[in-house]
């Protein structure tokens, strides 16, 4: 890692930080490129379903190929990069331990790449979203989670700032929780069954809700700040949505199964509290946005605050949107249909990787000081701006055909059929943004080990945060 | 050190409760639901033919849960906690690009049909987007001893030789054929309180005693028929006898085609072709109204002209039995 030079200062502990970082952010591009091909696959073969046959390339094994690879190759190694870097730099502190930091991404990359080959062959836990790994390469996961909450409360113990910065908080408790999240999966005594659904449904939301929420909000909390060089509008706000949030959110998960044979308290219950999840969400995007107050013109010269600004706007709508979905009447009509895939594009896509590429393009400069060119990032930007858009809008607008096709009692086939144009969009929304990884893949190369655009001068790096 | 522990841990601890109660509880108590009346355990080969059902993803399109409301009742009836108590691990599902498969074995019964359909869905679905899983079949120049090969048509069967099921094909056509829904004593009135009732359209369709409704009828064929008879009425040849032409669809005396609906037909010898695969029954799925305007959709279609039936007609052969 010695060729990332740190433009200037280069103390060893910057330059270890910056080569964890690096080294996270690098492997989590892997996997958006690995998983998101995958996805492009999917959608194509929605229009072409004999392409691509045989076993091993079937839709049914892809699919769970592409959202875990997703979600625990990509999403969670990125977020816990910048967790770290976070935690170092608002607790001015040097990292607990590299080699640990080292360790946890070698296990995050082994259950990634043992779950991807385990589901290609076959071997799958059961169809059960976002937990079909095998539950040995599951163990291997949470392994990595472990070292990771280890590695961070010990960083954060060594602080030598007074208080805990709020980034903080929302970071170390999102590995805490998915934790016990992974073990609860994971554990089989109280599975069996309709028992199983249950947790299903607790799992596939906290999995979201308690992970990537989050260390998402973890990095606002911190790049904003930091790009605009003001603190936060509201501290006090950001614990109060901390604690709501962390209240409100795991009653919520039987929402997924509205109508199904479970306890219809249970699914009522996780109505109520859907609603209830207003309160921290409304409270979390109000305090980004006043925190952006009277400087939303900047967005047009920087980049990464314009990432991170529409990971807030997908952050709320996407949120709201879930809270919609929740009530009986509109579930009856979107349940089941593609419109779910849209909210789950919304929210996994519009906010957690728009917040993960703000993070990355605010804070690797910084580390490694190396910046990546502006077209790069216009590029980037653009395409995946209106890539997702295309994406959300289409299966929204062909997943309400489908349920309303199935409202009026027409024969089933007829809502494949109407569904086809959406597919079509989808998939074009879907190969751009695509191509704008690509050259998100380019623009990282240039800020860890190509050739940056410009040196950038060494910036101290500590956020605002004391003057909250 | 205070604040660290109060934050970290103390959140962690609240988590664990909430993990406690919204997860590991409910878990504890469900998994204990006992089944269903007539609900059995799977059979090895059943089992077998499950795993390859997660092996492959069906159910990432294909949803297992029939819900409480109008547009489900198509699939059959709402399902019950103790339907699922031999369900580990669950295939509830999440995406319905693909029918609901919980009661397949009673509204798609023929062997022949599904064969066809995972060798390749579009050979007799156009317009399917299911993948095809001919890899669990295998190509041999002949069948071997008591094994019929699987009567592909032309356009999707391999230039030469014949398709047998492999093993994987026969444990999953047995798992399939295990999704039947049990009846449930009282059922209907438990939906019927639970929840609020969209008019549904199959039961408007049940009160409609007169007059014959065309677009009614090409729906309700193309929903109950068109799968085996194609869109088209011609069938596939060896496999679905053509309703185009059909001695039994033109005759005047209906008799024989309201029998065939109701009580499905076996081993009939059809213009000189004898078929390996069944009709299903329809007597139990559909109305009397219903199935007049499907016959009279057959009876007035592709050049047929067969004289139409009315729902009494119908009732009158349903009040005989089989």
Known sequence: ?468 | MKKLLLIAGGSTLVYAGLALLMGVLPGIMLSQTPPGPGVKPLTPLEAEGRAIYVANGCSYCHTQQVRPLAQDKVFGRPSAPGDFAYQTPELLGSERTGPDLTNIGARQPSAVWQYIHLYNPRAVVPESIMPSFSWMFAVVAKAPEGVSPVPVPKAFAPAKGVVVPTHEAEALLAYLMSLKQTPLPGADQMSASALPQPAPAAAAAGTAATGYDPAKGKALFSANCAVCHQESGEGLPGAFPPLKGNKAVNDDDATQHIHAVLHGVEGVVIDGVHYDSQMPPFADTLSDAEIADIIDYERSSWGNHGKPVTAKDVAAVRAKGK
């Not at chain 1, 010695?2 to 080294?23: C, F, H, M, N, Y």
């Not at chain 1, 596939?204 to 790009?227: D, R």
């Open chain 1, 1 to 468: 890692m010695q060729q990332i030079a740190t433009a200037g200062a280069a103390k060893p502990e910057d330059r270890a930080l910056a080569g964890v970082l690096s080294a996270y952010v690098v492997s989590a591009t892997a996997w958006l490129l690995f998983a998101t091909f995958i996805g492009v696959v999917l959608a194509y073969k929605f229009g072409a379903p004999d392409f691509a046959p045989g076993p091993y390339l079937t839709f049914g094994r892809l699919r769970p190929i592409h959202t875990n690879a997703t979600f625990y190759g990509f999403a969670s190694i990125a977020l816990v990069g910048l967790a770290y870097y976070v935690a170092v730099r608002s607790c001015r502190t040097a990292l607990y331990s590299v080699r640990l930091a080292w360790t946890g991404l070698w296990l995050f990359n082994i259950a990634a790449v043992a779950g991807t080959v385990a589901l290609d062959l076959g071997f799958s836990a059961g169809d059960l979203e976002y937990r079909e790994w095998p539950w040995p390469v599951r163990l291997v996961f949470l392994a990595a989670l472990m070292v990771t909450a280890w590695n961070l409360l010990f960083t954060v113990a060594r602080r030598n700032t007074h208080d805990i910065y709020l980034s903080n908080w929302y970071t170390m408790g999102g590995v805490l929780w998915t934790c016990i999240i992974a073990i609860v999966a994971i554990l089989p005594w109280y599975q069996y069954g309709l028992g199983q659904v249950a947790v299903s449904g607790y799992y596939m939301h906290n999995a979201v809700g308690m992970w990537f929420t989050p260390l998402a909000l973890g990095i606002f909390y911190y790049a904003l700040p930091k790009l605009l060089s003001r603190p936060i509008y509201s501290y006090a706000l950001g614990v109060f949505a901390f604690w709501t949030n962390l209240v409100f959110y795991p009653i919520i998960g039987a929402h997924h199964f509205l109508f199904s044979p479970l306890p219809w308290w249970l699914q009522t219950t996780a109505i109520v509290f859907s609603v209830a999840m207003l309160v921290p969400v409304l409270g979390g995007s109000a305090n980004f946005l006043l925190t952006m107050r009277g400087r939303f013109g900047e967005l047009h010269h920087s980049y990464p605050l314009f990432f991170i600004f529409i990971g807030v706007v997908g952050y709320l709508v996407g949120s709201t949107q879930g809270t919609v979905e929740a009530f009986r009447s509109l579930q009856a009509v979107w349940h089941l249909t593609n419109f779910t895939v849209g909210h789950s594009h919304l929210t996994m896509y519009g906010f957690v990787t728009f917040a993960i590429w703000g993070g990355v393009y605010a804070l690797l400069p910084v580390a490694t000081g190396k910046q990546p060119g502006q077209l790069g990032l216009a590029l980037h930007f653009w395409m995946a701006v209106v890539g997702s858009f295309i994406y959300v809008i289409s299966l929204s607008i062909g997943g309400t055909i489908q349920g309303l096709d199935w409202v009026r009692g027409l024969p089933f086939i007829q809502s494949v059929v109407d569904m086809q144009p959406f597919y079509i969009w989808r998939g074009i929304g879907g190969v751009l943004m695509f191509l704008s990884h690509l050259v998100f893949a380019w623009n990282v190369w240039r800020m860890t080990y190509g050739r940056g655009a410009a040196a950038l001068p060494p910036v101290p790096a500590f956020a605002d945060e004391e003057a909250a």
